[in-house]
């Protein structure tokens, strides 16, 4: 297979991939194509290349730029934006693991607060049913939280014991 189709497929199959993780296509797609190109590229470059419009390739970089995995990069004597993909993939499954948490479960965890504290005869099967029912969810989501934030702390505590031994 030639580089250029290989690219292609891997671009389709990381745009596909993202529908699954809760992300449109077009945003994976620019995605993979900045992960897989060495140098960094203009918005010219990536509609070009994914035959998308320009306000498709602004809001969608935009977008992974709130993400943190992609980035602005500054040419010297350009004044077009570049931009270019983190390659460390464990970084970005990182940043895309703590984004997520920061825009699913912590808005859910606010919510189910909320609703645990519903009024109504304690006594009643209605109610109790609804408070049991939230408060298993609510369990649940705190373990889910505490296990991504588990996950990060043992990412960082490598990185800072790795960079320590460098040191030795």
Do not use: C
């Not at 464990?90 to 920061?102: D, G, N, S, Y």
Request: net charge positive.
């Amino acid at each position: 297979m030639k580089l250029q189709e290989a690219k292609q497929q891997f671009i389709q199959n990381w745009g596909a991939l993202g529908t699954q993780w809760g992300i449109n296509r077009t945003m994976a797609q620019i995605h993979a194509l900045l992960l897989v190109s060495a140098d960094p590229l203009s918005a010219d470059d990536i509609m070009t290349q994914l035959k998308i419009s320009r306000g498709n390739v602004n809001m969608n970089v935009r977008e992974l730029l709130d993400w943190g995995i992609v980035e602005k990069v500054l040419i010297p004597g350009e004044r077009k934006e570049y931009f270019s993909a983190e390659k460390d993939i464990w970084k970005v499954a990182m940043r895309i693991v703590k984004e997520r948490k920061r825009r699913e479960v912590e808005p859910i965890l606010s919510a189910l607060n909320e609703l645990k504290e519903v009024e109504g005869d304690k006594n009643s099967k209605d109610v109790k049913v609804f408070v049991d029912t939230i408060g298993d969810i609510q369990k649940f989501a705190n373990q889910a939280s505490k296990g991504v934030d588990g996950l990060v702390r043992m990412d960082e505590h490598w990185f800072t014991g790795t960079l320590l031994k460098m040191f030795k």
